[in-house]
Nanobody
Framework: QVQLVESGGGLVQAGGSLRLSCAAS????????MAWFRQAPGKEREFVAA????????NYADSVKGRFTISRDNAKNTLYLQMRGLKPEDTAVYYC????????????????WGRGTQVTVSS
């Protein structure tokens, strides 16, 4: 199965942008539905966005629609999350996750996880 490593997090002012990356090992990256989740202190892990194996289908949480864009480059085994118009409430640890099968929105449906990257948005 794939192994996932996130990068690209950091500290940004409200209204700013960041692009997260998730590098995947293995040769079957395109077989996996990929997703981004986030977890703020004291809160449950929540769905952010997901993308199908070939990048044809995507799904976004209402809280990030129009601001975040999920994409993937299967030739580079990499998943991305472009974040624009960041708000303080976007502050969290962001995780990428993988599953074999259709898009799902619940963390329990994903069996492979990265270790996360911290995103902090200051007001």
């Amino acid at each position: 199965q794939v192994q996932l490593v996130e990068s690209g997090g950091g500290l940004v002012q409200a209204g700013g942008s960041l692009r997260l990356s998730c590098a995947a090992s293995g040769r079957t990256f395109s077989a996996y539905t990929m997703a981004w989740f986030r977890q703020a202190p004291g809160k449950e892990r929540e769905f952010v966005a997901a993308i199908s194996g070939l990048g044809i289908s995507t799904n976004y949480a209402d809280s990030v629609k129009g601001r975040f864009t999920i994409s993937r480059d299967n030739a580079k085994n990499t998943l991305y999350l472009q974040m624009r118009g960041l708000k303080p409430e976007d502050t969290a640890v962001y995780y990428c996750a993988a599953r074999v099968g259709p898009l799902r929105l619940q963390p329990a449906d994903y069996g492979v996880w990265g270790r996360g990257t911290q995103v902090t948005v200051s007001s």
